[in-house]
């Protein structure tokens, strides 16, 4: 590859984007050339979705500049500015007007007309003559909410093209496609590369990247960590620039490990319930003084995970244990009980209900289990007293009466790690320190080694590897609701665990 | 970002002035719509306005009827919003205002020989358990299979009504009058006027005292913490082991007991019998949802909107009389009350699906339902 041609299909630089406390992105750039198909991968939250939608026009960058065909597009450009450009961007999730048919749709905002009616007649010819081109087929006046999702993401391709975009991106196209799909849509990428258009692919799938990539920009926690031509891809380096170099493990206090506190086995949930991934065949162990880790692509079943051991999913199969003793019966209140603590990934829907004030919020397991109250009556002054406590405790300040949504996210993430992490038995924590910032996430890590030290089981589902290999005495990884492998933090190979979390059998890659 | 300290240092003003904004908008409307009917049919609507003001409060015995009126009304709204507040949307309560009415009129004539404190009491206490029973099985729907409730209740309301007039045409009737009704009470039974002339009686003290426990039930009860925290963020609640099925049953049930102990007061306070078809427009029970729904969850709230309602209503029986006010434009003005609790209600709907009993989770909302 010669240095970088001055007329660069795309050339972002320096871009900045902060959502609330978090960091999205820093400093990231993004070019690529005119006839290339140009991967952009990176985990989950790493910021490729954010880096696409200003590009496209839909999301603001804090700083930074953003040239589409030598053009420079304003500080601020609108959708519309970036669509004048050529950039065109195939969002994951393909929406349709329903009520309307294939070829509304599709020519829905830039209607070809004469003498002021839409003129059906070329708005068909010139459509179809881009589908027939890359081999699609439509009803054109079938409604268009009877497509399916791929056909959904086809139709959007051709709309693009037919507005002469000459910047594609497609963000995680593959999800929602068969394989033999999946081959379809790289022939038909190769293909429009190969008119000179440039093409960007979001994935984290590498077996993705190298099949179609001629070149590859590789983000991690908002920055821009890699750019790797084609002749230079080495899918295990890929992987390792991807989940990054791990840090070594801070040194824990050889653990000594307790009885089993929390046993999975055989768990499997019922398939193909819409929004979930069903769970099969989990079997899973956690001693007392021993933090398990849950490493995988979000999406994975992590949630079903949770929720099967917090009570609030039934497993089709299999059992729960709990100190030994099953719990397949018993509802969450039950299982709270026993000592289980849960820190929930959705902090805002199920961590806390944002409408009480924070005294009800944290005295909420209390006042379940009926600790705190006199026949029936609140307690309110020794509630309020143990809450105080609690909160500070966790470093959150606040007035006791202030509804719980006035706190910011982090704090709302301390105010739920100091109610849940007292005195537990088993702790399920989700994402504990997503979106929570330095100080926060060190509180969080912090809780959760006290614990383990203090003989607590722990199981901690992340996507960000380095906490888990910073937490976890061991770590397995979940892949469409399985748990293909596992490893120990010591030992780590973050290659091997890349293609694992990709789905890419270790034993089978080339 | 001009003003960042005065806006920190009351958020609690700030918002009590957007919800009493919120709460006083329906009634400014509603008084603007009665004024255009007024002024369309060549009335002053302000000297009509002031007659209401004067029929509704002006003098002991006014106040007096605007409290009776209120007391059936305070106890259907208190049994409609503690099921809301659990976010379950009981619109049965007229159905159990039925019942309730039909038991308590059977007891204060069956049981004529026992004595005075003893019968009524006794009485109102079948009419709470028949109100109770009526919504046993919509409650049992709700929080075992998830069948919407509001279907349930709306239809049982029905039932409710035939099935009470059937009753007292074949079995209760009293023969020698021509109405469909049953025999009058005992004398026993019946609660004495407080103020002579009117229908105010020892029940608005019960009313009230039940709208306080209201207040104190959710605010510092375990259980009452379960009921909001259910209607709140229900998933949070499941997270907590809050148990959504008890918070159904509960507040379904005592929204029953509620509405059968508003129909028995009607009886012995009012009516002195039981009359087929006698809680029309529009009806103890449904006004009980639009107090409800207009006294946002508040115990404050729900009183003075059952105030509102039965000045409207006590007001509006004496003027027709003697201000050439037709009847019609008192029933206009609740009826478009009733508009805006019917809008208000599918919002809450909208925004509040149990998904820990079955149903769509339907994230955001501002809760503005407190």
Known sequence: MSAEPATAAVHMTGIWKRFGAVQALADVGLTADPGEIHALVGENGAGKTTLVRILAGLERADAGSVDVNGRRLG??????????????????????????????????????????????????????????????????????????????????????????????????????????????????????????????????????????????????????????????????????????????????????????????????????????????????????????????????GQAELCEVVVGLRRPASGT???????????????????????????????????????WENVAAPQIVAGRGTRLGILDRQRLREQARAVLAGAGVKGDLDLPTRSLSGGNVQRLVVGRELQQPSVVVAAHPTRGVDVRGAAFVHRRLLDLRRAGSAILVISADLDELSQLADRVLVLHRGGIVGGYAPEDADPARIGLLMSGVVPEARP | MIWPAAESSSPALVGLGRRALRALGPLAITLAVGAGVLGLSGRNPLTIYALYLVQAVGGWSRLASTLAAATPLVLTGVGTSIGFRAGFFNVGLEGAVYVGALATAWAGTVWGQLPAPVLPALALLLGAAAGTAWLVVPALLRSLLAIDEVVTTLMLNYVGIALTTYLVLYHFLYKTIGNAQTPPIATS???????????????????????????????????????????????????????????????????????????????????????????????????????AVLGRGSWVGLGLAALFFGALASAGGVIQLFGNVPI????????????????????????????ATGGETDSGGDGSWR
């Open chain 2, 189 to 291: 039974a019946q609660l004495a006027p407080l103020v002579p002339g009117t229908s105010l009686t020892a029940a608005a003290g019960l009313a009230f005292a039940i709208l306080i426990g209201y207040g104190l039930f959710l605010r510092r009860t375990r259980l009452g913490a379960e009921v909001r925290t259910v209607g709140d963020n229900p998933r949070f609640a499941a997270a907590m082991g809050f148990s959504a099925r008890r918070a159904a049953i509960l507040t379904m049930l005592v929204g029953g007991a509620l509405g059968g102990l508003a129909g028995g007061i009607v009886v012995l306070g009012v009516t002195y019998n039981f009359t087929a078809g006698f809680s029309t427009a529009p009806g103890y029970g449904y006004s009980g949802v639009a107090v």
């Open chain 1, 320 to 358: 729960v244990e709990i100190n030994g003793r099953s719990v397949d019966g018993l509802g969450t209140r039950a299982r709270r009980a026993l000592g289980l603590a849960f820190v929930p990934a959705d902090r805002m829907e199920e961590g806390v209900n944002p409408l009480g004030s924070l």
């Open chain 2, 328 to 355: 019609a434009l008192t029933q206009i003005l609740q009826g478009t009350l009733m508009i805006f609790a019917g809008i208000r209600l599918v919002q809450l709907r909208r925004r509040r699906r149990h998904p």
């Open chain 1, 75 to 300: 500080p601020h450009h609108s959708p519309k500015e970036a669509a004048e450009a050529g950039v065109g961007l195939v969002q994951q999730h393909c929406q349709v007007v329903p009520g309307l048919a294939v070829l509304e749709n599709l020519i829905l905002g830039h209607e070809p007309t004469r003498l002021g009616l839409i003129h059906r007649r070329q708005a068909l010819a010139s459509t179809r003559a881009i589908a027939d081109r890359l081999g699609y087929s439509f009803d054109w006046y079938a409604p268009a909410e009877t497509l399916g999702l791929g056909q959904r993401q086809r139709l959007e391709i051709v709309r693009l093209l037919w507005r002469r975009c000459s910047v594609l991106v497609l963000d995680e196209p593959t999800t929602v496609l068969t394989a033999a799909e999946v081959a379809n849509l790289f022939e038909v990428l190769r293909s429009l590369a190969a008119e000179g258009r440039t093409v960007i692919l979001i994935t984290h799938k590498l077996d993705e990247v190298r099949e179609v990539a001629d070149h590859v920009t590789v983000l991690r926690h908002g920055r821009t960590v890699g750019r790797i031509p084609r002749q230079r891809l080495d899918l295990d380096e890929l992987a390792r620039l991807m989940v990054g170099e791990l840090e070594s493990p801070p040194v824990r206090q050889p653990a000594a490990l307790g009885e089993v506190r929390l046993r999975l086995r055989g768990v499997t949930t019922p398939a193909g319930e819409p929004g979930t991934q069903a769970l099969r065949g989990i079997d899973l162990e956690v001693r007392a003084g021993e933090i398990v880790g849950i490493a995988g692509v979000e999406g994975n």
